[in-house]
């Protein structure tokens, strides 16, 4: 599923239109990206958990010439699933 389906989902689901469920989407969105950029995490219960987590820097190889390059430290997010969506992808 894509964004565009997610939003036709909501709306056919909400009784939307799609512009109001698109806007929906996009707030929900928005939302957790501000968690995940002033608290570091977002849990949505019975969902899951998104939370960045910091990665150190490393040794890694250029694919196309082989030479060794060095990866910079960053950020990247992550996601634990909740129990109530385990149950339903493994399950369903």
């Known amino acids: 599923m894509n964004k565009s389906q997610l939003v036709g989902f909501v709306a056919e689901e909400l009784r939307l239109s799609r512009l109001g469920a698109a806007t929906l989407v ?8 501000k968690g995940l ?4 995490s977002v849990t949505i219960a019975g ?6 987590k910091a990665r150190k820097a490393r040794q890694g190889r250029n694919p ?5 390059i060095q990866i ?8 634990r699933m909740g129990k109530s969506l385990r149950d339903s992808v493994t399950t369903g």
């Open 72 to 79: 910079e430290a960053g950020r990247r997010v992550g996601f």
């Open 26 to 33: 996009d707030k929900v969105l928005e939302g957790i990206q």
């Open 47 to 52: 969902f899951g958990t998104f939370e960045v």
């Open 37 to 40: 950029r002033e608290d570091q």
């Open 64 to 68: 196309h010439t082989g030479a060794p």
